[in-house]
């Protein structure tokens, strides 16, 4: 006897054993509309279940940043190889004027002017990601180096003990306050300054020698110039520090000032060249990133539809959202991040 109980609503199927749909074995029909057994009953109590289920929707990875980072990096990549280029010429046109021949004299002038240009235009051109070094960041913002001027570590041991506190943003600007000993080195120093001006995304530390040096985004450099202040001495003048790329006296019979500037060039293709390398690196780190995050056909369809969905509906929340995202997606980001597939 089959017994499949039917109840009212078409979207449940309820069943009291594993042998269900047996008529054919049996001879009898199939589907047998049975009478309802009262719940107190507990040898026919029912088990319960949706006989159509909505697909559950998986949990996927998705790397919200993965665009941004290989556009960047691309976009830094492309403007590198330029300057590597002109650099080159550069160099050539250089060696050519030191050598005595007319052809170097003639071409350095107009390529040195090409190449102030491209350097001139990093910050539209290199994806925000190559600082005035040429050094390449991966996922960070170029970095501007800077020194507030009278603040060293000499300056600062001759003092101590002594106690600043610094502020950036004005008036409303959080109050960081630093203790300094006097047997803090210079190391022990630059780290205090560094912690203590983090949390306003000023870092500190020590260069080539041993000067105090801070760093903030360049985003953030027109802000931490005009607005740094320490106590006791309120605001306090900033100096960018220049790269390290200089040609100048291009016009000259110099000798050694075109040495100097060949000097300069060489070192130049040096860093690129390290760049050019971190940023293959970037790349081949974010193709790992786009197939540790790509998405099934069944997921890609899911998300289209909520899409699709979301901006039909007439919710302003919503498609405020989804015009603020896609404000900066341009043609160009969107063919980077196809080309990783």
């Keep these: 006897m089959d017994n499949t109980l039917r109840p009212a609503s078409p979207s449940l199927q309820v069943s009291t054993n594993a042998n269900l749909n047996t008529g054919a074995a049996t001879g009898a029909p199939a589907l047998v509309r049975s009478q309802p057994v009262p719940e ?10 949706p006989a159509v289920q909505a697909p559950a929707r998986r949990p996927h990875a998705f790397d919200a ?3 941004g980072d290989v556009a960047s990096a691309q976009q830094a990549r492309d403007y590198l190889e330029r300057v590597a280029a002109q650099l080159e010429s550069v160099k050539a046109a250089l060696s050519a004027k030191l050598a005595g021949m007319k052809s170097g004299a003639r071409d350095l002038e107009s390529k040195a002017r090409q190449l102030g240009a491209t350097l001139a235009a990093r910050g539209a051109q290199a994806g925000g990601s190559v600082d005035a070094q040429l050094a390449f960041s991966d996922g960070a913002p170029a970095q501007q180096r800077f020194r507030i001027t009278g603040l060293d570590a000499a300056t600062l041991q001759a003092a101590a003990p002594v106690s600043l506190s610094f502020s950036v943003g004005g008036a409303g600007g959080p109050q960081l306050a630093a203790a300094f000993e006097p047997e803090m080195t210079a190391e022990q120093i630059a780290a205090r300054l560094d912690r203590t001006l983090a949390p306003v995304k000023v870092r500190a530390g020590l260069d080539s020698q041993r000067r105090i040096e801070f760093r903030t985004a360049e985003s953030d450099w027109p802000q931490v110039r005009d607005s740094i202040a320490i106590s006791g001495r309120g605001r306090v003048a900033t100096e960018a520090i220049a790269p390290d790329l200089k040609i100048e006296n291009l016009g000259s019979d110099n000798a050694e000032a075109l040495r100097q500037n060949l000097r300069d060039v060489v070192q130049a293709l040096e860093r690129v060249r390290r760049s050019q390398e971190a940023t293959s690196a970037a790349l081949t780190a974010a193709g790992a990133r786009a197939a540790q995050s790509e998405l099934s056909a ?3 369809a899911i998300t289209a539809q909520d899409f699709a969905s979301t901006a039909a509906s007439h919710d302003y929340e919503s498609l405020l959202a989804i015009t603020s995202a896609l404000v ?7 063919l980077a991040l196809l080309g990783l597939r």
Aim: no cysteine; hydrophobic share 40%.
């Design 298 to 300: 069944e997921d890609l």
């Design 65 to 67: 940043r993965l665009q």
């Design 328 to 334: 900066g997606v341009s043609r160009e980001r969107v």
């Design 40 to 49: 107190k009953a507990p040898e026919a109590r029912a088990v319960v279940r």
